[in-house]
């Protein structure tokens, strides 16, 4: 510099140094909110000059903050975003996004003139998600049943069976294969941004399906001065013997029930057909057409109703 003194041109020199920058820079998921947080940490340089802190996706570009001009928390500088300007030195940086990297820049701050800055990285860990899986109701073994889970992630939950007679098709489609307790396992192994979900398992009971009658039909046809038949059978093996009785409940009594009246069941031979024979003894000698109403019954289980119309001959021949 030169200037003037008493009457004569002088000489100054001044000696102008680049700012030293901040050290120890860190960057690191915060252990209170690893999704959304990070802490900030730095050292001032030796002469205690304020820190600006940017931050930017890992995924962007540097833009350089202008010398002699401002910046205040929340200015937008190229891609990044001025996150803190003080004379602190740590910093948690919040409201972020789970799963992402995030660059942070450390400049040294001389009323406004900025050091060339240091950097430090680091990401948000993934979110956490669960699974709402609700209780089954126990179930009787030749049931099928339509398994149904949600994530809170939106991502797809799988089943698997862990223990008992059940056999998972389709995905999502229970069957079973047995009795007992069935344990079905609902999951989610997570993806880039979510982490795998905690495992739910539900547990309930198979039993065998109670035993019911087996008609082959419930409306019968009875010729006239002859026969009808219907056919019963049971739906499973009854572990013992039960007995199918049948009675007429309505109807004109000229049909009756000619065999069948009492059919027994055992393991041998619940799933053979077993007939019963309804009859009308004798021609009435006129075109009407009459009926009868009979029960079927099965002590435990629900009765049945079989309605018998005679085919009567003063019409025409019966075939």
């Known amino acids: 510099w030169l200037y003037m003194l008493?009457?004569?041109w002088s000489s100054l020199y001044l000696e102008v140094r680049t700012l030293n920058e901040p050290t120890n820079q860190t960057a690191a998921r915060s252990a209170a909110a690893p999704q959304n947080e990070i802490d900030l940490s730095w050292e001032k340089d030796p002469q205690?000059?304020?820190?600006?802190?940017?931050?930017?996706?890992?995924?962007?570009?540097?833009?350089?903050?202008?010398?002699g001009t401002a910046y205040a928390v929340g200015t937008g500088l190229g891609s990044g975003t001025v996150v803190y300007n003080g004379s602190g030195t740590?910093?948690?940086?919040?409201?972020?996004?789970?799963?992402?990297?995030?660059?942070?820049?450390?400049?040294?701050?001389?009323?406004?003139?900025?050091?060339?800055?240091?950097?430090?990285?680091?990401?948000?860990d993934k979110q956490d998600q669960t699974i709402d899986f609700p209780a089954i109701s126990d179930k009787v073994a030749s049931d099928m049943v339509g398994l149904a889970a949600t994530a809170s992630s939106g991502l797809p939950v799988s089943f698997a069976v862990d223990t008992g007679?059940?056999?998972?098709?389709?995905g999502t489609n229970l069957a079973f294969t047995g009795t007992g307790t069935v344990s079905i396992v609902a999951s989610q192994t997570g993806n880039e941004t979510y982490n795998p979900a905690p495992e739910v398992t539900r547990s309930f009971n198979v039993a065998l399906p109670p035993v019911?009658?087996?008609?082959?039909?419930?409306?019968?046809?009875?010729?006239?001065?002859?026969?009808?038949?219907?056919?019963?059978?049971?739906?499973?093996?009854?572990?013992?013997?039960?007995?199918?009785?049948?009675?007429?409940?309505?109807?004109?009594?000229?049909?009756?029930?000619?065999?069948?009246?009492?059919?027994?069941?055992?393991?041998?031979?619940?799933?053979?057909?077993q007939a019963v024979t309804l009859a009308q003894a004798a021609d009435d000698g006129n075109a009407a057409s009459e009926t009868a109403t009979f029960?079927?019954?099965?002590?435990?289980?629900?009765?049945?109703?079989?309605?018998?119309?005679?085919?009567?001959?003063?019409?025409?021949?019966?075939?």
């Open 6 to 8: 008493d009457g004569s």
């Open 48 to 67: 205690g000059h304020n820190v600006m802190v940017v931050r930017k996706l890992a995924t962007d570009s540097w833009s350089e903050p202008a010398p």
């Open 90 to 124: 740590a910093f948690t940086n919040t409201g972020l996004s789970a799963s992402t990297t995030y660059d942070y820049k450390f400049y040294s701050d001389n009323n406004s003139y900025y050091s060339a800055g240091v950097t430090a990285s680091t990401n948000t």
């Open 165 to 170: 007679p059940g056999v998972i098709t389709d």
């Open 212 to 273: 019911e009658l087996v008609l082959t039909q419930t409306n019968v046809n009875v010729r006239e001065a002859g026969e009808g038949r219907f056919f019963v059978r049971l739906n499973r093996d009854p572990e013992g013997t039960r007995v199918v009785n049948v009675s007429r409940s309505a109807g004109d009594t000229s049909v009756t029930i000619k065999s069948g009246a009492s059919r027994s069941f055992n393991s041998a031979n619940w799933n053979t057909w």
């Open 295 to 319: 029960r079927v019954s099965l002590a435990g289980a629900d009765d049945q109703s079989v309605s018998a119309f005679s085919l009567d001959d003063d019409i025409g021949t019966n075939l």
